[in-house]
Protein backbone atom coordinates (compact mmCIF):
# COMPACT_ATOMS: atom_id res chain seq x y z
CA UNK A 1 0.00 0.00 0.00
CA UNK A 2 1.54 3.75 -0.87
CA UNK A 3 1.18 6.56 0.59
CA UNK A 4 -1.98 7.60 -1.37
CA UNK A 5 -3.56 4.72 -0.42
CA UNK A 6 -3.35 4.88 2.71
CA UNK A 7 -4.50 8.54 3.32
CA UNK A 8 -6.70 8.93 0.25
CA UNK A 9 -6.73 12.16 -2.02
CA UNK A 10 -5.91 15.31 -0.85
CA UNK A 11 -4.00 13.86 2.24
CA UNK A 12 -7.74 12.68 3.71
CA UNK A 13 -7.34 9.25 6.08
CA UNK A 14 -8.98 6.26 4.85
CA UNK A 15 -11.62 4.60 7.02
CA UNK A 16 -9.70 1.66 6.93
CA UNK A 17 -6.60 2.91 8.06
CA UNK A 18 -8.47 4.67 10.97
CA UNK A 19 -9.80 1.13 12.02
CA UNK A 20 -6.34 -0.04 11.20
CA UNK A 21 -4.67 2.22 13.99
CA UNK A 22 -7.28 2.01 16.38
CA UNK A 23 -6.94 -1.50 16.48
CA UNK A 24 -3.38 -1.39 16.61
CA UNK A 25 -4.06 0.94 19.60
CA UNK A 26 -5.98 -1.82 20.91
CA UNK A 27 -3.25 -4.17 20.45
CA UNK A 28 -0.40 -2.59 21.89
CA UNK A 29 -3.07 -2.13 25.14
CA UNK A 30 -2.91 -5.23 25.50
CA UNK A 31 0.51 -6.62 24.93
CA UNK A 32 1.29 -4.29 28.05
CA UNK A 33 -1.41 -5.89 30.02
CA UNK A 34 0.06 -9.20 28.96
CA UNK A 35 3.61 -7.60 29.76
CA UNK A 36 2.51 -6.66 32.89
CA UNK A 37 0.92 -9.99 33.81
CA UNK A 38 4.26 -12.10 32.77
CA UNK A 39 5.89 -9.78 35.36
CA UNK A 40 3.71 -10.39 38.04
CA UNK A 41 3.36 -14.51 37.66
CA UNK A 42 7.37 -14.28 37.43
CA UNK A 43 7.80 -12.42 40.62
CA UNK A 44 7.21 -14.68 43.79
CA UNK A 45 4.02 -13.27 45.65
CA UNK A 46 6.57 -11.90 48.21
CA UNK A 47 8.39 -9.24 45.89
CA UNK A 48 4.97 -8.18 43.91
CA UNK A 49 4.19 -5.85 46.54
CA UNK A 50 7.84 -4.21 46.58
CA UNK A 51 7.56 -4.22 42.47
CA UNK A 52 4.50 -2.07 42.74
CA UNK A 53 5.54 0.28 45.42
CA UNK A 54 8.21 1.34 42.96
CA UNK A 55 5.70 2.84 40.74
CA UNK A 56 8.15 2.19 37.53
CA UNK A 57 6.93 0.56 34.50
CA UNK A 58 7.17 -3.30 33.93
CA UNK A 59 9.37 -2.63 30.82
CA UNK A 60 12.04 -0.77 32.74
CA UNK A 61 12.93 -3.90 35.09
CA UNK A 62 15.90 -6.47 33.85
CA UNK A 63 16.01 -8.93 36.45
CA UNK A 64 17.40 -12.67 37.08
CA UNK A 65 17.44 -14.57 40.61
CA UNK A 66 19.08 -18.19 40.18
CA UNK A 67 20.21 -20.35 42.64
CA UNK A 68 23.78 -20.82 42.61
CA UNK A 69 24.72 -24.03 40.48
CA UNK A 70 21.02 -24.34 39.92
CA UNK A 71 17.86 -23.75 37.92
CA UNK A 72 16.43 -20.08 37.12
CA UNK A 73 14.08 -18.74 40.29
CA UNK A 74 12.59 -15.49 38.23
CA UNK A 75 13.37 -13.92 35.52
CA UNK A 76 12.08 -10.73 33.52
CA UNK A 77 12.96 -9.10 30.61
CA UNK A 78 16.49 -10.28 31.26
CA UNK A 79 17.60 -10.69 27.51
CA UNK A 80 17.38 -6.75 27.08
CA UNK A 81 20.82 -5.03 27.33
CA UNK A 82 20.46 -2.11 30.18
CA UNK A 83 22.94 0.37 31.42
CA UNK A 84 24.73 -1.68 34.62
CA UNK A 85 26.53 1.34 35.73
CA UNK A 86 29.16 0.57 38.02
CA UNK A 87 28.35 -3.45 38.19
CA UNK A 88 30.11 -3.31 34.55
CA UNK A 89 32.80 -3.69 37.06
CA UNK A 90 31.84 -7.18 38.04
CA UNK A 91 32.72 -8.29 34.08
CA UNK A 92 35.81 -6.33 33.97
CA UNK A 93 37.40 -7.81 37.03
CA UNK A 94 36.18 -10.96 36.83
CA UNK A 95 37.66 -11.31 33.06
CA UNK A 96 40.95 -10.13 34.36
CA UNK A 97 41.23 -12.96 37.27
CA UNK A 98 39.78 -15.39 35.33
CA UNK A 99 42.80 -14.64 32.38
CA UNK A 100 45.45 -13.40 34.53
CA UNK A 101 45.41 -15.20 38.12
CA UNK A 102 44.98 -13.83 41.43
CA UNK A 103 48.56 -13.42 41.87
CA UNK A 104 49.22 -11.20 38.92
CA UNK A 105 51.44 -7.81 39.76
CA UNK A 106 51.92 -5.23 37.12
CA UNK A 107 55.65 -4.09 37.02
CA UNK A 108 56.87 -0.43 36.57
CA UNK A 109 60.80 -0.05 35.37
CA UNK A 110 63.64 2.37 35.55
CA UNK A 111 66.28 1.88 32.85
CA UNK A 112 69.46 2.71 31.25
CA UNK A 113 71.52 2.15 28.17
CA UNK A 114 73.33 -1.18 27.95
CA UNK A 115 76.16 -0.65 29.80
CA UNK A 116 75.86 2.93 30.57
CA UNK A 117 78.55 4.48 33.04
CA UNK A 118 77.63 6.55 36.33
CA UNK A 119 80.96 8.74 36.32
CA UNK A 120 82.45 9.74 39.66
CA UNK A 121 79.94 12.87 40.04
CA UNK A 122 77.00 10.92 39.88
CA UNK A 123 75.99 11.41 36.22
CA UNK A 124 74.35 8.72 34.54
CA UNK A 125 75.30 8.23 30.94
CA UNK A 126 72.50 8.42 28.46
CA UNK A 127 68.80 8.59 29.57
CA UNK A 128 67.05 6.85 32.35
CA UNK A 129 64.07 5.19 30.67
CA UNK A 130 60.56 4.66 32.19
CA UNK A 131 58.72 1.75 31.68
CA UNK A 132 55.36 2.36 32.37
CA UNK A 133 53.25 -1.13 33.52
CA UNK A 134 49.60 0.16 33.60
CA UNK A 135 49.91 0.00 37.70
CA UNK A 136 46.50 0.87 39.06
CA UNK A 137 47.44 1.23 42.44
CA UNK A 138 50.99 3.06 41.84
CA UNK A 139 51.38 5.72 44.42
CA UNK A 140 53.90 8.70 45.30
CA UNK A 141 55.58 6.26 48.38
CA UNK A 142 55.90 3.80 45.25
CA UNK A 143 57.67 6.48 43.30
CA UNK A 144 60.03 7.65 45.81
CA UNK A 145 61.42 4.04 47.09
CA UNK A 146 62.34 3.19 43.03
CA UNK A 147 63.88 6.94 42.64
CA UNK A 148 65.49 6.10 46.18
CA UNK A 149 66.72 3.04 45.16
CA UNK A 150 69.03 5.07 42.06
CA UNK A 151 70.63 7.45 44.71
CA UNK A 152 71.87 4.11 46.45
CA UNK A 153 72.69 2.88 43.31
CA UNK A 154 75.53 6.49 43.31
CA UNK A 155 73.25 8.26 40.50
CA UNK A 156 72.77 11.57 41.14
CA UNK A 157 72.24 13.70 38.04
CA UNK A 158 70.08 12.38 35.16
CA UNK A 159 70.32 14.45 31.80
CA UNK A 160 67.16 12.61 30.11
CA UNK A 161 63.60 11.06 31.54
CA UNK A 162 61.99 9.02 28.98
CA UNK A 163 58.68 7.92 29.78
CA UNK A 164 57.36 4.89 27.79
CA UNK A 165 53.45 4.35 27.86
CA UNK A 166 53.17 1.75 24.82
CA UNK A 167 51.54 -0.44 27.09
CA UNK A 168 48.53 1.26 26.05
CA UNK A 169 47.44 3.27 23.16
CA UNK A 170 45.64 6.84 23.27
CA UNK A 171 43.29 6.16 25.81
CA UNK A 172 43.66 9.74 27.32
CA UNK A 173 40.00 11.44 27.87
CA UNK A 174 38.73 14.64 28.20
CA UNK A 175 37.90 14.10 32.27
CA UNK A 176 34.96 16.63 31.80
CA UNK A 177 33.14 15.02 29.18
CA UNK A 178 30.78 12.72 31.09
CA UNK A 179 29.40 15.26 33.47
CA UNK A 180 31.50 18.49 32.98
CA UNK A 181 33.04 17.79 36.66
CA UNK A 182 36.79 17.47 35.08
CA UNK A 183 38.43 17.83 38.36
CA UNK A 184 36.91 15.24 40.40
CA UNK A 185 38.75 11.97 40.89
CA UNK A 186 36.25 9.73 39.53
CA UNK A 187 36.70 11.33 36.32
CA UNK A 188 40.01 10.33 36.00
CA UNK A 189 41.94 9.28 32.93
CA UNK A 190 43.30 5.52 32.73
CA UNK A 191 47.50 6.09 31.69
CA UNK A 192 49.97 3.78 31.58
CA UNK A 193 51.91 5.58 33.86
CA UNK A 194 49.53 6.70 36.70
CA UNK A 195 50.47 7.89 40.26
CA UNK A 196 47.97 8.36 42.99
CA UNK A 197 45.01 8.53 40.33
CA UNK A 198 46.66 11.45 39.31
CA UNK A 199 44.53 13.48 42.30
CA UNK A 200 46.11 15.52 44.87
CA UNK A 201 45.12 15.98 48.36
CA UNK A 202 43.80 19.61 49.64
CA UNK A 203 44.26 19.43 53.52
CA UNK A 204 41.96 22.35 55.32
CA UNK A 205 43.75 22.38 58.53
CA UNK A 206 41.63 24.64 62.00
CA UNK A 207 43.80 26.99 63.17
CA UNK A 208 42.18 27.70 66.58
CA UNK A 209 43.88 30.32 67.45
CA UNK A 210 44.31 32.58 64.47
CA UNK A 211 39.99 31.00 63.62
CA UNK A 212 41.38 30.74 60.23
CA UNK A 213 41.92 27.67 57.93
CA UNK A 214 45.16 26.84 56.63
CA UNK A 215 45.21 24.73 53.28
CA UNK A 216 47.78 22.45 52.16
CA UNK A 217 48.50 20.84 49.14
CA UNK A 218 49.44 17.16 49.12
CA UNK A 219 51.75 16.12 47.26
CA UNK A 220 53.62 20.10 47.05
CA UNK A 221 54.43 19.87 43.41
CA UNK A 222 55.28 23.34 41.72
CA UNK A 223 52.47 22.96 39.44
CA UNK A 224 50.25 23.25 41.78
CA UNK A 225 48.78 26.93 43.48
CA UNK A 226 45.83 27.73 45.98
CA UNK A 227 43.58 30.41 45.25
CA UNK A 228 41.47 31.66 47.81
CA UNK A 229 40.43 30.91 51.18
CA UNK A 230 38.03 29.16 53.44
CA UNK A 231 36.32 31.11 55.82
CA UNK A 232 36.25 30.34 59.35
CA UNK A 233 32.80 29.99 61.04
CA UNK A 234 32.25 29.60 64.58
CA UNK A 235 29.39 27.30 66.73
CA UNK A 236 28.99 23.27 66.66
CA UNK A 237 30.08 21.14 64.10
CA UNK A 238 27.43 20.67 61.23
CA UNK A 239 27.62 19.53 57.90
CA UNK A 240 29.47 21.36 55.54
CA UNK A 241 27.67 23.23 52.85
CA UNK A 242 28.07 26.34 51.03
CA UNK A 243 31.69 25.79 50.30
CA UNK A 244 33.38 24.53 47.29
CA UNK A 245 37.10 23.14 46.11
CA UNK A 246 37.59 23.05 42.61
CA UNK A 247 40.59 22.86 39.90
CA UNK A 248 41.44 24.42 36.66
CA UNK A 249 44.47 23.64 34.02
CA UNK A 250 45.90 26.23 32.67
CA UNK A 251 49.31 25.83 30.65
CA UNK A 252 50.26 22.89 32.62
CA UNK A 253 49.53 24.90 35.77
CA UNK A 254 46.80 23.53 38.24
CA UNK A 255 44.98 26.41 39.98
CA UNK A 256 42.70 24.51 43.53
CA UNK A 257 40.04 27.99 44.00
CA UNK A 258 38.42 27.63 46.84
CA UNK A 259 35.82 29.85 48.26
CA UNK A 260 32.72 29.43 51.39
CA UNK A 261 32.80 29.04 55.16
CA UNK A 262 33.41 25.63 57.04
CA UNK A 263 32.86 25.26 60.82
CA UNK A 264 35.81 25.15 62.81
CA UNK A 265 34.87 22.91 65.55
CA UNK A 266 34.60 20.07 63.00
CA UNK A 267 38.25 19.96 63.08
CA UNK A 268 40.83 19.38 59.87
CA UNK A 269 39.47 17.68 56.51
CA UNK A 270 40.37 17.09 53.26
CA UNK A 271 38.88 16.68 49.82
CA UNK A 272 40.43 15.32 46.48
CA UNK A 273 40.93 16.53 43.03
CA UNK A 274 42.94 15.88 39.67
CA UNK A 275 45.85 17.82 39.49
CA UNK A 276 45.95 17.99 35.59
CA UNK A 277 46.69 15.13 32.76
CA UNK A 278 48.15 12.23 34.39
CA UNK A 279 51.71 13.23 32.33
CA UNK A 280 52.18 16.58 33.90
CA UNK A 281 51.05 14.95 37.61
CA UNK A 282 53.78 12.15 37.12
CA UNK A 283 56.61 14.54 35.71
CA UNK A 284 55.52 17.15 38.41
CA UNK A 285 55.93 14.26 41.15
CA UNK A 286 59.34 13.24 39.63
CA UNK A 287 60.91 16.47 39.74
CA UNK A 288 59.99 17.06 43.17
CA UNK A 289 60.78 13.82 44.72
CA UNK A 290 64.31 13.79 42.74
CA UNK A 291 65.42 17.10 44.03
CA UNK A 292 64.27 16.40 47.43
CA UNK A 293 66.16 13.04 46.69
CA UNK A 294 69.14 15.36 46.25
CA UNK A 295 69.15 15.06 42.66
CA UNK A 296 68.99 16.90 39.73
CA UNK A 297 67.70 16.52 36.01
CA UNK A 298 69.50 17.84 33.10
CA UNK A 299 67.20 18.71 29.59
CA UNK A 300 63.57 17.29 31.42
CA UNK A 301 60.98 14.35 30.18
CA UNK A 302 60.06 13.55 26.59
CA UNK A 303 58.10 10.02 25.67
CA UNK A 304 59.60 7.41 23.85
CA UNK A 305 59.88 3.83 23.08
CA UNK A 306 62.79 1.86 25.12
CA UNK A 307 65.47 0.50 22.59
CA UNK A 308 65.87 -2.91 22.25
CA UNK A 309 69.37 -3.03 24.39
CA UNK A 310 69.08 -1.32 28.20
CA UNK A 311 69.14 -2.75 31.55
CA UNK A 312 66.90 -2.25 34.65
CA UNK A 313 68.33 -0.31 37.32
CA UNK A 314 65.32 -1.18 39.98
CA UNK A 315 61.55 -1.96 39.53
CA UNK A 316 58.45 -1.95 41.60
CA UNK A 317 55.86 -4.51 41.57
CA UNK A 318 52.43 -3.53 42.49
CA UNK A 319 50.17 -5.45 44.75
CA UNK A 320 48.49 -8.89 43.84
CA UNK A 321 45.14 -8.93 41.19
CA UNK A 322 43.45 -10.62 44.04
CA UNK A 323 43.42 -7.15 46.42
CA UNK A 324 43.47 -4.71 43.32
CA UNK A 325 39.45 -5.76 42.16
CA UNK A 326 38.87 -5.56 45.88
CA UNK A 327 39.86 -1.83 45.77
CA UNK A 328 37.89 -1.82 42.11
CA UNK A 329 34.88 -3.50 43.55
CA UNK A 330 34.26 -2.34 47.06
CA UNK A 331 34.91 0.82 46.65
CA UNK A 332 33.78 1.40 43.00
CA UNK A 333 37.05 3.33 41.91
CA UNK A 334 36.61 3.83 38.22
CA UNK A 335 40.39 4.37 36.92
CA UNK A 336 41.40 1.37 38.62
CA UNK A 337 38.49 -0.31 36.52
CA UNK A 338 39.48 1.45 33.32
CA UNK A 339 43.39 0.13 34.17
CA UNK A 340 42.59 -3.32 34.24
CA UNK A 341 40.47 -3.70 31.34
CA UNK A 342 43.30 -2.20 29.01
CA UNK A 343 45.57 -4.55 31.27
CA UNK A 344 43.35 -7.39 29.81
CA UNK A 345 43.64 -6.20 26.75
CA UNK A 346 46.97 -5.99 26.28
CA UNK A 347 47.86 -9.54 27.86
CA UNK A 348 45.52 -10.95 25.71
CA UNK A 349 45.63 -8.99 22.62
CA UNK A 350 48.85 -6.58 22.69
CA UNK A 351 50.37 -3.57 23.47
CA UNK A 352 48.63 -0.61 22.94
CA UNK A 353 45.80 -1.20 24.27
CA UNK A 354 42.72 0.83 23.76
CA UNK A 355 38.98 0.63 25.73
CA UNK A 356 38.08 -0.78 21.94
CA UNK A 357 40.59 -3.86 22.30
CA UNK A 358 39.89 -4.51 25.90
CA UNK A 359 36.02 -5.06 24.86
CA UNK A 360 37.10 -7.84 22.41
CA UNK A 361 39.14 -9.46 24.63
CA UNK A 362 36.63 -9.53 27.52
CA UNK A 363 34.12 -10.64 24.67
CA UNK A 364 36.74 -13.32 23.84
CA UNK A 365 36.70 -14.67 27.54
CA UNK A 366 33.50 -14.74 28.14
CA UNK A 367 32.36 -16.42 25.20
CA UNK A 368 34.57 -19.68 26.49
CA UNK A 369 32.79 -19.66 29.28
CA UNK A 370 29.63 -19.98 27.60
CA UNK A 371 28.51 -16.45 28.77
CA UNK A 372 25.97 -15.28 26.20
CA UNK A 373 27.25 -11.61 25.11
CA UNK A 374 24.73 -10.66 22.86
CA UNK A 375 23.78 -6.93 22.60
CA UNK A 376 26.84 -6.01 25.48
CA UNK A 377 29.12 -2.74 25.02
CA UNK A 378 31.68 -2.61 27.87
CA UNK A 379 32.81 1.14 26.76
CA UNK A 380 35.91 1.58 29.51
CA UNK A 381 34.78 -1.03 31.69
CA UNK A 382 34.20 1.07 34.75
CA UNK A 383 30.28 1.81 34.30
CA UNK A 384 30.72 4.77 34.22
CA UNK A 385 29.25 5.66 30.71
CA UNK A 386 26.26 6.38 28.82
CA UNK A 387 26.95 3.57 26.19
CA UNK A 388 27.81 0.82 28.07
CA UNK A 389 25.48 -2.16 28.16
CA UNK A 390 24.96 -6.09 29.23
CA UNK A 391 22.11 -8.35 30.38
CA UNK A 392 20.73 -9.74 32.90
CA UNK A 393 20.67 -13.20 31.82
CA UNK A 394 24.64 -12.66 30.41
CA UNK A 395 25.69 -11.37 33.73
CA UNK A 396 23.92 -14.42 35.98
CA UNK A 397 25.51 -16.82 33.76
CA UNK A 398 29.02 -14.88 34.06
CA UNK A 399 28.36 -14.95 38.03
CA UNK A 400 27.28 -18.82 37.93
CA UNK A 401 30.04 -19.88 36.22
CA UNK A 402 32.63 -17.21 38.77
CA UNK A 403 30.63 -19.15 41.36
CA UNK A 404 31.50 -22.92 39.78
CA UNK A 405 35.34 -21.73 39.42
CA UNK A 406 38.18 -22.44 41.62
CA UNK A 407 38.63 -18.83 41.52
CA UNK A 408 35.36 -18.04 43.35
CA UNK A 409 36.51 -17.20 47.10
CA UNK A 410 38.89 -14.62 45.61
CA UNK A 411 36.01 -12.99 43.27
CA UNK A 412 33.15 -12.76 46.48
CA UNK A 413 35.79 -11.86 48.49
CA UNK A 414 35.94 -8.56 46.02
CA UNK A 415 32.47 -7.35 46.78
CA UNK A 416 30.92 -5.58 49.08
CA UNK A 417 29.41 -7.32 51.76
CA UNK A 418 25.66 -6.43 52.99
CA UNK A 419 25.52 -3.84 55.89
CA UNK A 420 29.54 -4.50 56.58
CA UNK A 421 31.70 -2.66 53.71
CA UNK A 422 32.15 -1.06 50.73
CA UNK A 423 29.17 0.71 49.40
CA UNK A 424 26.92 -1.75 50.70
CA UNK A 425 28.33 -0.78 54.22
CA UNK A 426 24.97 1.34 55.00
CA UNK A 427 22.50 -0.53 53.36
CA UNK A 428 20.80 -4.09 54.67
CA UNK A 429 22.43 -3.69 58.35
CA UNK A 430 19.44 -5.69 60.40
CA UNK A 431 20.30 -8.68 61.27
CA UNK A 432 18.78 -11.08 58.90
CA UNK A 433 20.78 -9.49 56.00
CA UNK A 434 23.84 -7.89 57.79
CA UNK A 435 26.71 -9.96 56.20
CA UNK A 436 24.75 -12.57 53.89
CA UNK A 437 25.33 -10.70 50.72
CA UNK A 438 28.82 -9.85 48.46
CA UNK A 439 26.98 -7.99 45.85
CA UNK A 440 28.25 -4.76 43.60
CA UNK A 441 25.86 -1.75 43.52
CA UNK A 442 25.65 0.24 40.47
CA UNK A 443 24.61 4.10 40.17
CA UNK A 444 24.12 6.61 37.41
CA UNK A 445 21.85 9.29 36.28
CA UNK A 446 18.52 7.36 35.33
CA UNK A 447 20.15 3.79 36.25
CA UNK A 448 20.26 1.67 39.19
CA UNK A 449 21.45 -1.87 39.33
CA UNK A 450 22.57 -4.52 42.00
CA UNK A 451 24.47 -7.80 41.20
CA UNK A 452 25.91 -10.73 42.85
CA UNK A 453 25.46 -13.35 45.76
CA UNK A 454 23.21 -14.14 48.40
CA UNK A 455 23.57 -16.53 51.47
CA UNK A 456 20.15 -18.12 52.29
CA UNK A 457 19.07 -20.09 55.36
CA UNK A 458 18.95 -23.34 53.94
CA UNK A 459 22.69 -22.42 53.42
CA UNK A 460 22.52 -22.19 49.58
CA UNK A 461 23.93 -19.15 47.45
CA UNK A 462 21.73 -17.52 45.09
CA UNK A 463 22.51 -14.87 42.43
CA UNK A 464 20.94 -12.03 41.94
CA UNK A 465 20.73 -9.53 39.12
CA UNK A 466 18.90 -6.37 38.90
CA UNK A 467 19.00 -3.60 36.24
CA UNK A 468 16.65 -0.44 36.00
CA UNK A 469 17.08 1.83 33.31
CA UNK A 470 14.91 5.05 33.97
CA UNK A 471 14.45 8.66 35.30
CA UNK A 472 12.75 7.28 38.64
CA UNK A 473 15.63 4.37 38.67
CA UNK A 474 16.33 5.40 42.69
CA UNK A 475 12.77 4.51 43.35
CA UNK A 476 14.05 0.90 42.94
CA UNK A 477 16.91 0.45 45.94
CA UNK A 478 13.27 -0.68 48.17
CA UNK A 479 12.51 -3.61 46.00
CA UNK A 480 16.39 -4.67 45.58
CA UNK A 481 16.72 -4.62 49.29
CA UNK A 482 13.54 -6.81 49.77
CA UNK A 483 14.56 -9.43 47.21
CA UNK A 484 17.85 -10.01 49.14
CA UNK A 485 15.87 -10.37 52.71
CA UNK A 486 13.85 -12.78 50.59
CA UNK A 487 16.68 -14.69 49.44
CA UNK A 488 18.20 -14.13 52.90
CA UNK A 489 15.40 -16.24 54.42
CA UNK A 490 15.23 -18.97 52.03
Known sequence: MNRRQCFGAGGRPAHRVVKWLAQLG???????????????????????????????????????????GGPVISRINAEVPRNPASVMKTVTTWSALSTLGPDYVWRTQLLSNAGARVDEQ??????????????????????????NELRLRGIKNLTDVVVDRSLFGNVSIDPGEF?????????????????????????????????????IVDPPTRNVRVDGQLQWEEGRCKPATGFSVDARVQDHVTTIRV??????????????????SQADH?????????????????????????????????????????????????????????????????????????????????????????????????????????????????????????????????????????????????????ADTKGQAHLKTGTLKNSRALAGYVRGASGKRYILVSLVNHPGAAAVRAFDDEIVRWLAAR
Open 122 to 147: GTLQGPLYVKAGGDPWFTVADLWGML
Open 179 to 215: DDAPDRPYNASADAMMVDFGAARIIFQPDEKHRQWVT
Open 26 to 68: LGLGLLAGVAGAALAQALPPELQKAWKATKLPDSSLSLEIREA
Open 282 to 430: FEALFRMLWQNLGGTLGRGFQEGKIPARTEVLTWHDSPALSDVIRQINKHSNNVMARMTLLTVAAEVIGSGATPETGDRAVTQILQRQKVDTTGWVLDNGSGLSRQGRITAQGLAQMLDYAWRSPLMPEFVSSLSISGMDGTMRKRLRS
Open 259 to 276: AGKATGSCGEFSVYRLAG
